[in-house]
């Protein structure tokens, strides 16, 4: 009796990590409002029955995935917090960290812009609270690097999209590029995440350099009048 307790409970772990991992797929596709749990349960290869009693209902569903996906960030972004690096160096350590999991969790990128695009109606508190914590975390470190004369001062949103949108954009359209490029501009190499990850850390920094500092000008010395001659009479 009790072995057969325990796989139940090992089947019902099973199933909910492959529901999770079939939503995610469909939810990257089709986003919340044009999924359907019967595409969902047909992917985990589970009923609906499973779905509802995991995850109460779709957008119960949609939420456990959008903490799934944001987990891993949130997580990173308090460890940069509690560190000694510098400031320049937080900012390259977490945009390079967004890569990292933007290429082991591809649906991330794709979810995050159907947001955009959808007004953000899908998200609940605990997902925004990580987008909001990860802008914190740049505005915080900007500041800090401002202080220290390390960059010049900047809009901290402005800089955040001016760094992520890219990253959006390469990640989520990749399938594009390699439909597009090789009919119309075949000589042009399909650009790696690597890369994506170099030119960002150069735009990081170009971005965020201090300008030369204003000198002041030498005052003009007074010139000496100029005594008159007078001629001779």
Do not use: C, W
């Not at 999991?101 to 955009?116: D, S, Y």
């Not at 914190?136 to 390390?150: C, K, M, P």
């Not at 597009?180 to 000589?187: D, K």
Request: positive net charge.
């Amino acid at each position: 009796m009790v072995s057969q307790d325990l796989a139940t409970v090992g089947d019902a772990g099973t199933s909910r990590v492959a529901i999770l991992e079939a939503a995610t797929e469909v939810f990257m596709e089709s986003g919340f409002s044009g999924s359907r749990v019967d595409e969902i349960a047909r992917r985990a290869r589970a009923n609906k029955a499973m779905i509802y009693y995991h995850f109460g209902s779709k957008k119960g569903l949609y939420q456990a995935v959008l903490q799934r996906l944001f987990g891993n960030v949130l997580r990173e972004v308090e460890r940069l917090r509690e560190t000694e690096m510098p400031p320049d160096q937080k900012l390259r350590a977490l945009y390079t960290r967004i890569v990292r999991h933007f290429t082991e969790q591809r649906a991330l990128p794709h979810v995050i812009l159907r947001e955009i695009l959808a007004g953000g109606r899908g998200m609940d508190a605990e997902a925004s609270h990580t987008l909001g914590t990860i802008l914190g975390f740049v505005s915080d470190t900007l500041e800090e690097g401002t202080r220290a004369g390390l960059f010049r001062r900047v809009h901290p949103l402005l800089f955040h999209l001016t760094m992520l949108g890219p990253l959006m954009v390469h990640f989520a359209g990749a399938s594009f590029r390699e439909r597009l490029l090789p009919r119309e501009m075949p000589s042009l190499a399909q650009p790696s995440n690597e890369d994506m990850l170099s030119h960002l850390l150069q735009v990081l920094d170009s971005s965020l350099a201090p300008g030369p500092k204003a000198t002041t000008p030498a005052r003009p010395r007074k010139r000496k009048p100029i005594a008159r001659q007078t001629r001779a009479r």
